[in-house]
């Protein structure tokens, strides 16, 4: 005979683990975050009220497209809570996502959030994780999150840039690639010396 102490407890496992890896439910209205302070908890700490202005809960970085000048043809601005502290807490942040024609947002993923997105222009193709602009003009997209800090790993340098690395025979059999490609494309994502 099972004792009902078993699933219970696997019910209690489960409820504290579906909590552990989303953003908390707000304490309160506000708690604009103090990020000159050196206390970091699930969050930023909260800014005392006296010294929270209007700019706290301002950013205009998303309005306009950004400058695209680097080999993958995008760019990401993101507006969380490092750039409005007034998100501290509330479990939301947006990122606006430029593309020049061929532009690519690599395969990544976020490991604190989920995300949706809209493409304010232009034509993209989206599969797995990534984005890549297959259209004649300019794509700009806003991606939404459930997180005030999503966090993002792109794929391609978290495998064949990590420190310390993932061994060129794991990356070879994984992909299915010989070792020689595998430090063809770690020689491509190293850092510019």
Do not use: W
């Not at 806003?142 to 794991?170: E, M, R, W």
């Amino acid at each position: 005979m099972t004792s009902p102490a078993v699933p219970l407890s696997l019910l209690l496992l489960f409820a504290i683990l579906s909590n552990t890896f989303a953003d908390p439910d707000p304490l309160q209205d506000t708690c604009v975050a103090d990020l000159s302070s050196g206390v970091t908890i699930n969050g930023f700490v909260c800014k005392p009220s006296n010294n929270v202005s209007a700019n706290d809960f301002f950013f205009d970085g998303l309005k306009n497209p950004g400058l695209i000048n680097n080999s993958l043809g995008s760019l990401v601005t993101a507006a969380n809570v490092l750039k409005i502290p007034g998100l501290n807490t509330l479990g939301v942040s947006l990122a606006r996502v430029d593309y020049a024609p061929g532009g690519v947002n690599p395969p990544h993923t976020h490991p604190r959030a989920t995300e949706i997105v809209f493409v304010l222009e232009g034509e993209l193709e989206g599969l797995v994780h990534f984005q890549i602009n297959n259209g004649v003009g300019n794509a700009s997209v806003l991606a939404a999150f459930n997180s005030q800090l999503p966090g993002t790993q792109a794929i391609a340098l978290t495998l064949f840039a990590a420190s310390p690395p993932v061994p060129d025979n794991v990356l070879a059999k994984a992909f299915q690639i010989g070792t020689m490609e595998v430090d063809n494309i770690k020689s491509g994502l190293a850092p510019k010396k």
